[in-house]
């Protein structure tokens, strides 16, 4: 950021200074020079801190993690790496443990992601009226979205509770038995979805909303004259015209479910949260990352479930382009 | 719009909505409709049907909360009887002092208040920066530097967290705050967000003009940019203090309990140190406290920021 102060001028000492006002013709080179200087290089000045920091902290470990994965290293001795080739690859790729984490990875996933969304659309479109007391509502809905992991997973670890729990008096209440939600694995894995559910949908209704109020009014009521009842005008005009915005929000939930760590963890109330259950039968990959690297001690192998994980998100966005090409194909 | 369209509002809608609503859009929200394209949002009168669903949504986000308060203020017998209680009880104030104690939150809010406050300020301060050159500064690059932004936030920072844990454990931060902050420095989001506050609400002609006085860039940055992006740049920030509070990964990772952040002193609660649920409960509605007073003072705001910043996300 130096380039765009005012330096010293370097020239001989018998030359006047530049004036304020830069009369002098040296005065007037030098503030051309400067200027030029200023303007060919304040944008990189003023962009160089992101990408420094970026490149640091971000960039150099994210390589330098394939590299890590390539050895044995233990979290005693970090700075000894022995070098071992792809064994840590070979022995994820038949550990039990690596598929039913990356299979709760995808069903959680799923059942926390889709819920959230279509909760989300019609939170929005609710939202989208003229309202009494719409910044009330608006509000309320963010709410969850300032409360952290720790606090919502505690409360709702709390609710869940088998004997205790108020979701269990209130199923109790209209004739359901009374459910396990610790140890039953698919009850487990919705407790934990409700979680995130919880969390995120205002925040992704807000998102839509905020594509919904772009959307030009002719087209609805373009709609309206060829007779398109409210909920037809809602599929055909509502959610095509935030459609990039549907995108962004299942890209950025995408990436949210592969990183599922404090819910789960939290939830299994100590010992059981790293391995996700007393039969991991909520263990996702970032829980099997933390495992390995700061429970078994070895980071290399840590690095590997790095890697896997950085390989679903790929065969996560390959496949929505696919499925993308093919809708769009077929509308 | 045109005036063909008026016969169709009156065929279909009941005529006073349009008008009306038009009326709201234009003069009222000056600054607010930013990113609003004119004439847009459908905006029928909600029924008692959206008024019904929206009161069941907002007793969904909210009752965790209230119920957060109730558990805290009541004694552990109580809480784990059922049914459980729904009003509040005597003892809220007993449980958050012994809380504070046991999950040592007073050392851990601490903490999270300088992580947040300076990873907040840097990230306003250097995501103005950049989102201003990014719309208003020509620079050879330009284009695919601003691509490369975005992409970076596809990049979970699970991926390198392994050699991030290694690089902490070589400067010697392992267990320290710098640790949790200088990776979280910049953020992709921000300047992204900047950027299209800055494109549209700041005047090519203004920069001229201040290149024809002669300022340089830093000079107009300071005493153009800056007064105009007040309102984003404040938005931004508590926004980014909501994430840097609540981030919980990577300080549970390089943070151990003789030093936590709130959301890593939680999970002691958790995780059985202490078995009393309304102290639980207690240490949740403490941790979230800081965050729920700012959500009431200035919810509107962070809404309003969190809607601008979507629309072309």
């Known amino acids: 950021m130096a380039i765009s102060t005012s330096t010293p001028p370097d020239g001989a000492p018998g030359h006047t200074l530049p004036a304020g006002d830069g009369t002098g013709e040296d005065g007037l080179r030098r503030r051309t020079l400067l200027h030029r200087l200023d303007v060919r290089g304040a944008p990189y000045a003023f962009v160089a801190p992101f990408f420094v ?4 902290f971000s960039f150099y470990p994210l390589v330098y993690t394939s590299w890590i994965s390539l050895h044995r290293v233990e979290l005693s001795t970090l700075n000894v790496m022995e070098w071992v080739g792809f064994d840590n690859y070979t022995a994820l790729w038949d550990d039990d443990r690596f598929w039913n984490a990356l299979i709760n990875t995808i069903t959680i996933g799923v059942l926390s992601t889709v819920p959230q969304l279509m909760m989300a659309l019609g939170l929005a479109h609710l939202l989208n009226y003229q309202l009494r007391g719409s910044t009330f509502f608006r509000v309320a809905a963010l709410t969850p979205y300032a409360t952290s992991v720790g606090a919502a997973a505690l409360v709702f670890t709390m609710l869940f509770e088998r004997d205790f729990g108020m979701i269990n008096w209130m199923l109790s209440l209209v004739g359901v038995d009374t459910i396990d939600w610790e140890n039953n694995k698919w009850a487990a894995q919705t407790a934990i979805s409700t979680i995130v559910i919880w969390r995120w949908t205002g925040y992704n209704a807000l998102l839509y909303l905020a594509a919904m109020q772009a959307i030009p009014r002719d087209r609805y009521e373009a709609a309206a004259i060829d007779g398109a009842s409210r909920w037809q005008q809602f599929l055909k005009v509502t959610v095509p015209g935030i459609r990039s915005t549907i995108v ?30 007393a039969d991991n039968q909520y263990q996702t990959l970032g829980l099997l990352l933390y495992e390995e690297g700061w429970k078994n001690y070895q980071m290399g192998r840590a690095a590997t479930v790095a890697w896997a994980m950085f390989l679903l998100l790929i065969a996560v966005f390959v496949v929505q382009q696919v499925v993308r090409r093919v809708l769009a194909r077929r509308a | 719009m045109t005036t063909d369209s008026i016969p169709v509002r009156t065929a279909d809608a009941p005529p006073r909505t349009a008008p009306k609503s038009r009326r709201n859009t234009a003069p009222g929200g000056q600054g607010r409709r930013l990113f609003r394209h004119p004439g847009a949002g459908r905006q029928h009168h909600a029924g008692p049907v959206a008024y019904i669903l929206l009161g069941i949504a907002a007793l969904f ?81 330009r284009n695919i530097l601003l691509m490369l932004v975005i992409g970076t936030m596809m990049v979970p920072p699970q991926l390198g967290v392994v050699p991030l844990f290694m690089m902490m454990a070589e400067l010697g931060w392992g267990q320290k705050l710098p640790a949790v902050i200088f990776p979280t420095l910049v953020s992709a989001v921000g300047v992204f967000f900047m950027r299209q506050y800055l494109t549209e609400a ?9 290149r024809v006085d002669g ?11 800056l007064p105009i992006a007040r309102a984003p740049m404040a938005v931004l920030f508590m926004i980014t203090f909501v994430h840097a509070w609540n981030d919980f990964f990577w300080p549970f990772i390089v943070l151990d309990m003789t030093n936590p952040t709130v959301p890593v002193a939680l999970t ?28 009431v003072v200035f919810g509107r705001q962070i809404v309003g920021g969190i809607m601008q910043g979507a629309v072309k996300g």
Not at chain 1, 53 to 56: E, G, P, S
Not at chain 2, 202 to 210: I, K, N
Not at chain 2, 215 to 225: D, G, K, N, P
Not at chain 2, 272 to 293: E, F
């Open chain 2, 215 to 225: 300022a340089h860039s830093l000079r107009i940055f300071w005493s153009i940019v």
């Open chain 2, 61 to 141: 986000s909210l009752f965790p909360l209230y119920w957060t308060m109730v558990a805290a203020s009541t004694d552990n017998t109580r809480v784990t009887q059922t049914p459980p209680p729904f009003l509040p009880g005597p003892h809220l104030l007993d449980n958050l002092a012994k809380a504070w104690q046991d999950a040592a939150l007073g050392k851990a809010m601490l903490n999270s208040l300088i992580v947040a406050g300076v990873i907040s300020l840097s990230t306003v301060l250097f995501a103005t920066l950049a989102g201003f050159a990014f719309a208003k500064l020509r620079f050879k690059g």
């Open chain 1, 53 to 56: 920091v970026f490149a640091a």
């Open chain 2, 268 to 295: 002691q609660l958790s995780a059985g140190y202490v078995r009393d649920q309304s102290l639980i409960m207690a240490g949740a509605l403490l941790g979230t406290l800081p965050l729920l007073v700012m959500f």
């Open chain 1, 248 to 277: 962004f929000t299942i890209v950025l939930s995408t990436i949210g479910a592969t990183q599922l760590f404090g819910e789960p963890l939290i939830f299994g109330q100590g010992p059981n949260g790293i391995t996700g259950g």
């Open chain 2, 202 to 210: 700041l005047p090519d002609e203004l920069v001229e003009a201040g």
